[in-house]
């Protein structure tokens, strides 16, 4: 098992930021990729980004790229998620999620093991 917790969501406007983190209660946390999903009501939860175990390798959805960053600290057993220029349509529950294979970057929900409670992010117009 590898806890996972989400912070740092809330209800912003349209154009702002938010930081989302993710802190990950497991001492071989730097083994995991981690990712961030987003699941809109009545919408199947979707990739946003993901980063390799030492942050060398990121990706991001189509949808969000140039806006929001990924990144992790490993010392601290923490991922980020810098949300910039956000639009009414990111508004979502926000999962973070670590796939037990460190090198190869997942972007489907099924291909990563364990899974934080999510964050919800309202953007307003």
């Known amino acids: 098992q590898v806890p996972l917790m989400e912070s740092g969501g809330g209800l912003v406007q349209a154009g702002d930021s938010l930081r989302l983190s993710c802190a990950a209660s497991e001492r071989s946390f730097s083994l995991y990729v981690m990712g961030w999903f987003r699941q809109a009501p009545g919408k199947e939860r979707e990739f946003v980004a993901a980063?390799?175990?030492?942050?060398?390798?990121?990706d991001y959805a189509d949808s969000v790229k140039g806006r929001f960053t990924i990144s992790r600290d490993n010392a601290k057993n923490t991922v980020y998620l810098q949300m910039n220029s956000m639009k009414p349509e990111d508004t979502a529950v926000y999962y973070c999620?670590?796939?037990?294979?460190?090198?190869?970057?997942?972007?489907?929900?099924?291909?990563?093991?364990?899974w934080g409670q999510g964050t919800p992010v309202t953007v307003s117009s």
């Open positions: 999620a670590a796939r037990s294979r460190p090198y190869i970057l997942g972007y489907s929900p099924h291909e990563y093991n364990y």
């Open positions: 980063i390799s175990w030492n942050g060398g390798s990121t």
